[in-house]
């Protein structure tokens, strides 16, 4: 690893001022599980001066009810998501996908903010520069898109415009399905952006001088079912080919609220709206489910050697769907 | 069926009977090294490196394929505390290495290879300045299209990558090794049934935990040089690397501490790293420290040869089976490594044939295997040694023979088995003598699987299946010079030395060795402490590989031992004044039989015979029978005993994400004689756990030479959750050879799991996988292809 400077900040405004004198040099480490092996690696052209530790910042890691839902800081850790009681009992497929990340030692330092913010995992993107020289690209800002024409076995069946890299991020799945919102601050003041507008084909729409606040999450309906399901290549230890996240509401025989999101399939999590639709107002039998399953991968369109994520994608759902009743 | 259990049990019983007064040997004793290794106290190569050291680096080859126009060092010479910068033409000695033929060079001169391959050295005072003068090298390359495939490297049109290779037959074929046994094309046309399939297997990681590091220290008098590193065949390292330094091998010494792991592939990363090193080291005559990362090992160091296996079998309709017809192509990489020559070591490629029958006893037999060189990282050893690559093939076959006859594939299997007397197809004999436990095996793994009982079949997506192989694999290696030397040392206290220059990997070695020497002598197991791999200290055990060492290191042993004891008794005999073959030791005693008051500690009379001039240290040797093997006719008695095994697996396969779940996996190995079953187990669960890796998910990527999973990042292996719950059974049919009946186990355990899983995945959907991972792609890509053409 090339070396850095690594300056603790005591402050959200000291953070951003620090990042904006820096002039583009700087990037955020909080856990640094996902940023220390992209510099090892130096797959980037660019390399950061600075690294701003934001871990020293007080008051951010938190998990806070109040009456519209549930505020998540960003410096909480993966493994305190995955073990707090509010989560587990109300935001039961945000812990779920919390406790698929990595291993033990990852969530026990790894943030919610920094596994919203981590980079893709494309094999082509990621490609070390130690021997042979980086892979440049699209996402890079030089050339095509490598997967594209490529080997792109983990790539995305939906949505890549130019780049077919997926977002790796597993918790934003689950919150996509929560309706969360991520609340920022940056040289330009502060925004809420619903979790569905965070991320772009080309990584996320925080500027360079902009950091995440605060996660947060509106109570989701009562009685709503829930379920993240995860599939892997290894069990554990292991990003994911397709996850899904899903809420159900059901008012007596009849589902009143169907929401579902697929994550690892696109430049970010994606809500499967067509089969939404298709539940709401109906009783959930294996018909009705299979069938918006089917809906939910209507859309999709495979690249040469990741049709089988298609299939996979669809069992996922109608097992997800499943569960809830 | 032939096999009644008890039958067997008997058998074994009267077998064992004249090995009930073993103390110390066939105990389930703790390992040595475990509790320094599971506190971290334990010292790796890596453990070994001093502030003081100048840090070794090297650029390797940005491209697979290239010749080097320019190199230009000037930069990175100028950078403050870079000591030395090589290349190719600052070498000390001969530019090329390599365990069989030294055709892989220290530093590539006019051509890169693959990527593995260095250009520049670089010796700094700390990591930092060493990376930064590889930047500051500047290499001009003229690019040349790299070879995948070996089937298409071994067209007479191919691009040449080697131009001058001291051994390739022909083109960018290394070698051809042929077998031939019985009139095949008779058979074939008699054949009532001929079963005809291309196979797939890939290119895979051992995915060693322990990086390959070495320390390179000058030796001031001598001139000569230290090599620490963690190496599988330490005298073979030393061999192979004077002549690159320029020194005689006696001012070599490597020594080899507790090792990480290296199923096969540190045997040749050893000679990488040390290359390296060393040249550094003498060019700076200081000590260097160089260390791979991860992504070098992955890119730099040797693999799983990558086969492509067209397999054709005869067989008539009562389920014999007549004759088979194979030919193997092994992508070899860039280098020969430990890929086999044409004579006398077919190494590799060799065991693709040897094994290309299984366990059968099948009349007629050709089999034809090329090693191709390609732009990859060189093909070497691994755990298994091109046996799971044919295992995986023929026993494929044999399911397919079954289900074609709508026979039970354990029926078909037991008319088929070589038996005592049955020749294998490279003809040798099979002895009951030297172990032939086979037909237990599987008797106790069909009694396990509850195999009479038949499956229930489940509805819905999840499909159950289950699959069974067996196989035979070979103790030692095929080659002139196989057998072992050790000293063995009575100290004055009467505790033992051993010095043996095998190696400790993780396979429970130094235990195995204590309990050999400690047995054979008569004393306690805390008595003994064996010394491991260093050159000067032990003479040339072999290699510790092709799971040959507990058998063949260990006779060595009990040779040592014996002498000594003979020495003692002998003297004891004046002391005692009794005849020398009424004195015994046991339990750290001396005494005449029979008479328990004459008992003196062992201690007090080697004291004695010390001062009267008995010499308290011996050297064991040992040598099977002369091993013997074609490479024209691929007949022979290449070893000298054979381990026996049987596999069943019940797999459950979602058929709508791909997923496979173990859901019963039954493994028997006849190991001879277990010398510690806790070791045999563990052995037996480490193979199978690759087995399962390399069934499952491990695959390296390569495209154009270059590899795109070079990290465990993107290259899964089997975590402790997709290991599923083993039922392991030690079957013993002792080798009349082995130490107290042994035969080797390090790597048999590997062979027989990927074909047991793929016969499952056809019985549990009817569809054949003849191509290694069964990767939920692939699982998902094949059910729709066969609903596609079945529609």
């Not at chain 2, 691009?159 to 019985?182: C, F, M, Q, Y």
């Not at chain 2, 065991?351 to 050709?366: D, E, K, Q, S, W």
């Not at chain 2, 003692?568 to 750290?588: N, P, Q, T, V």
Request: glycine share 8%; with cysteine; hydrophobic share 40%.
């Amino acid at each position: 690893m090339k070396s850095f400077q690594h300056v603790n900040v005591f402050s959200v405004e000291e953070a951003v001022s620090t990042l904006k004198d820096c002039k583009g040099s700087a990037r955020i480490i909080a856990g640094g599980t996902d940023i220390l092996a992209v510099l090892k690696d130096q797959i980037l052209p660019d390399y950061p001066e600075v690294l701003v530790n934001i871990k020293t910042i007080p008051g951010l890691e938190y998990i806070r009810e109040d009456s519209s839902g549930l505020k998540i800081g960003p410096l909480v850790k993966l493994a305190d998501l995955v073990s707090s009681p509010v989560v587990k009992e109300n935001l039961k497929v945000l812990a779920g996908a919390a406790q698929t990340v990595g291993t033990p030692q990852i969530r026990n330092v790894g943030t919610v903010g920094g596994n919203l913010c981590q980079d893709t995992r494309c094999w082509y993107y990621r490609y070390p520069h130690s021997i042979g020289g980086r892979l440049l690209c699209l996402r890079k800002g030089s050339g095509p898109c490598l997967a594209a024409t490529g080997d792109n076995r983990y790539h995305a069946i939906f949505g890549g415009r130019g780049c077919f890299a997926v977002c790796p991020s597993d918790i934003a799945v689950a919150l996509l399905a929560l309706g969360a919102e991520i609340k920022t601050t940056g040289a330009r003041g502060s925004r809420t952006i619903p979790v569905q507008d965070f991320f772009n084909p080309l990584g996320n729409a925080l500027e360079p001088e902009e950091m995440i606040l605060e996660i947060q999450v509106p109570n989701p309906p009562a009685e709503a079912k829930q379920q993240f399901l995860k599939y892997t290549i290894r069990k554990p230890i292991d990003f994911a080919i397709v996850s899904v996240a899903v809420l159900v509401v059901m008012e007596g025989e009849v589902c009143s609220e169907a929401r579902i999101a697929l994550g690892a399939v696109a430049p970010g999590p994606l809500r499967a709206t067509e089969a939404e639709g298709a539940l709401k107002g109906k009783r959930l039998d294996t018909t009705t489910l299979e069938e918006a399953a089917g809906l939910a991968v209507k859309e999709a369109k495979p690249l040469s050697m990741n049709g089988y994520k298609v299939e996979i994608a669809r069992a996922l759902v109608a097992r997800a769907l499943s569960a809830c009743l | 069926m032939g096999v009644i259990l008890e039958d067997l049990e008997q058998e074994v019983k009267a077998i064992h009977a004249d090995q009930n007064d073993l103390n110390v040997v066939g105990k389930r004793i703790k390992r040595i090294e475990a509790l320094a290794k599971a506190l971290g106290t334990a010292r790796y190569a890596a453990d070994l490196k001093r502030d003081d050291m100048l840090i070794g680096k090297a650029l390797f080859a940005k491209h697979p394929h290239a010749l080097i126009k320019k190199i230009d060092t000037s930069r990175a010479e100028e950078l403050e505390g870079v000591i030395a910068v090589m290349t190719a033409k600052d070498l000390p000695g001969r530019n090329g290495y390599g365990i069989l033929i030294p055709d892989k060079p220290v530093i590539a001169e006019k051509k890169v290879k693959y990527q593995g391959d260095p250009v520049a050295l670089v010796a700094a005072v700390n990591e930092e300045i060493a990376k930064k003068a590889l930047d500051l090298i500047e290499v001009e390359y003229a690019v040349l299209p790299a070879l995948d495939d070996p089937r298409e490297a071994m067209k007479d049109d191919a691009v040449l990558i080697h131009e001058n290779h001291p051994a390739a037959d022909k083109g960018n074929i290394l070698t051809e090794v042929s077998l031939t046994r019985g009139d095949v094309d008779k058979a074939f046309a008699e054949a009532d049934i001929i079963i005809e399939n291309l196979y797939e297997t890939p290119m895979v990681d051992h995915s060693y935990l322990e990086p390959d590091v070495c320390i390179a220290e000058p030796d001031p008098i001598t001139g000569g040089l230290l090599l620490i590193a963690p190496a599988q065949f330490v005298h073979a390292t030393k061999r192979s690397l004077a002549p690159v330094f320029n020194l005689p091998p006696n001012k070599v010494r490597v020594l080899s501490p507790v090792v990480g792991a290296g199923y096969g592939g540190k045997e040749d990363s050893c000679l990488d790293v040390c290359s390296i090193a060393g040249v550094l080291a003498l060019r700076t005559k200081k000590t260097v420290y160089f260390e791979l990362t991860r992504e070098e090992i992955f890119r730099n160091t040797g693999k799983r040869h990558a086969t492509y296996i067209k397999h054709r079998l005869a067989a008539t309709r009562e389920g014999k089976v007549t004759a088979i017809d194979v030919e193997t192509i092994l992508d070899k990489g860039a280098y020969v490594s430990m890929g086999g020559l044409r004579e006398p070591t077919h190494a590799v490629t060799q065991r693709t044939v040897m094994y290309a029958g299984g366990a059968y006893a099948i009349p007629n037999a050709r089999a034809k295997s090329y090693s191709v060189f390609t732009n990859h990282p060189y093909s070497c050893a691994m755990r298994g040694f091109g046996a799971p690559q044919a295992y995986f093939a023929v026993e494929s076959q044999m399911d397919e023979l079954a289900r074609k006859l709508e026979m039970d594939p354990i029926e078909l299997r037991l008319k088929n088995i070589v038996r005592d007397g049955d020749r294998t197809i490279f003809g040798q004999v099979m002895k009951k003598s030297r172990g032939l436990g086979l037909e237990e095996c599987i008797a106790k793994v069909k009694e396990r699987m509850e195999w009479e009982k038949p499956l229930e079949r489940t509805a819905g997506s999840r499909k159950r299946g289950r699959g069974f192989s067996t196989f035979l694999y070979g103790t030692g290696v095929p080659l002139p010079f196989e057998g072992a030397s050790c000293y063995a040392t009575f100290q004055t206290d009467g505790t033992v030395s051993i010095a043996v220059s095998s190696t400790e990997m993780g396979q429970g070695l130094l235990t195995a060795f204590t309990q050999i020497a400690a047995e054979t002598l008569g004393v306690d197991f805390d008595n003994v402490v064996v010394n491991i791999s260093d050159t000067d200290a032990s003479p040339d055990a072999g290699p510790t590989v092709a799971s040959r060492s507990t058998t063949v290191v260990g006779n060595a042993i009990i040779n040592g031992c014996t002498q000594l004891k003979n020495r003692i008794m002998d003297f004891a005999s004046r002391e005692l004044k009794a005849d020398s073959r009424d004195i015994d030791i046991k339990e750290g005693k001396v005494f005449i039989v029979g008479k328990p008051e004459t008992a003196v500690p062992l201690g007090s009379m080697v004291a004695k015979a010390f001062v009267n001039q008995v010499p308290l240290s011996a050297t064991g040797v040992w040598y099977p029978p002369r091993p013997t093997f074609s490479g024209e006719d691929g007949q022979g008695d290449p070893m000298h005993a054979y381990a026996f095994g049987a596999q069943g697996v019940e797999i459950e396969v979602d058929t709508e994400t791909g997923e496979i779940d173990i859901v019963k996996f039954v493994l028997a190995c006849d190991v001879g004689k277990a010398i510690n079953p806790v070791n045999v187990e563990q052995q037996m669960e480490g193979g199978a756990a690759m087995g399962i890796g390399w069934s499952l998910m491990e695959e390296i990527d390569m495209s154009n030479g270059v590899m795109k999973n070079d990290s465990f990042k993107n290259y899964p292996i089997p975590s402790i959750k997709d290991v599923p719950e083993m039922d392991l059974i030690i079957v013993e049919h002792p080798n009349e050879l082995g130490p107290f009946g042994a035969k080797g186990i390090g790597e048999p355990p590997t062979v027989p799991t990927a074909p047991a899983i793929r016969n499952a995945l056809y019985d549990a959907l009817g569809i054949k996988f003849n191509k290694i991972p069964f990767t939920p792609q692939r699982v998902i890509e094949e059910i729709k292809k066969y609903e596609n053409k079945n529609s």
